[in-house]
């Protein structure tokens, strides 16, 4: 098979003399070979941007944007993909919603801490006053006026201080 004729069986079904015309029909299919190999990418892009979509609407059905869904399932090391997501999320509402669940129940031992008593690792939390600590030292900072009880309370029970308390103070 000549070049030619590898040209012009790729060219079959355009328009005009792009078909017939050796000269035309390079430059139309080489930019028609450009446009397929870039559309094989868009199409996974778009395809990506259809799940994500179809995941969001999902969770927010359930109180859960986006963000935090995908976040805590990572924090719950479930495995599953956003398409695996989208399909269940569309054929399996009850196995979305535990999976939401899952993944709401993941974000609260993240912030709280898990049922062992542990501190997560980053102090961020109790300077926000998410942690269950920061309950207790604001409730302590209330019985007490002397600033250094507080600070030894809080050390005893978490092993830190924190600024944010001390400011407090």
């Not at 069986?9 to 190999?37: D, P, S, T, W």
């Not at 969770?59 to 805590?72: A, F, M, Q, T």
């Not at 062992?116 to 920061?134: E, I, K």
Request: aromatic letters at 6%; a positive charge.
């Amino acid at each position: 098979m000549t070049r030619e004729d590898k040209i012009f069986r790729l060219a079959k079904g355009m328009r005009g003399r792009a078909k017939n015309c050796f000269r035309i029909a390079i430059r139309r299919v080489e930019k028609g070979l450009q446009h397929a190999y870039r559309s094989r990418r868009l199409k996974k892009r778009q395809a990506r941007e259809t799940w994500i979509m179809q995941v969001r609407a999902a969770s927010i059905e359930y109180d859960l944007p986006y963000s935090r869904l995908i976040h805590g399932l990572q924090l719950a090391n479930v495995g599953l993909d956003r398409r695996m997501l989208a399909s269940l999320a569309q054929q399996e509402p009850y196995t979305f919603r535990a999976i939401v669940n899952e993944a709401k129940g993941a974000l609260r031992r993240r912030v709280l801490g898990d049922k062992t008593g542990a501190v997560p690792s980053s102090n961020r939390l109790f300077r926000q006053g998410l942690h269950p600590d920061f309950a207790r030292a604001r409730a302590a900072s209330s019985d007490t006026t002397d600033a250094d009880s507080l600070k030894v309370a809080l050390q005893s029970q978490t092993g830190f201080v924190s600024h944010a308390v001390d400011s407090r103070v």
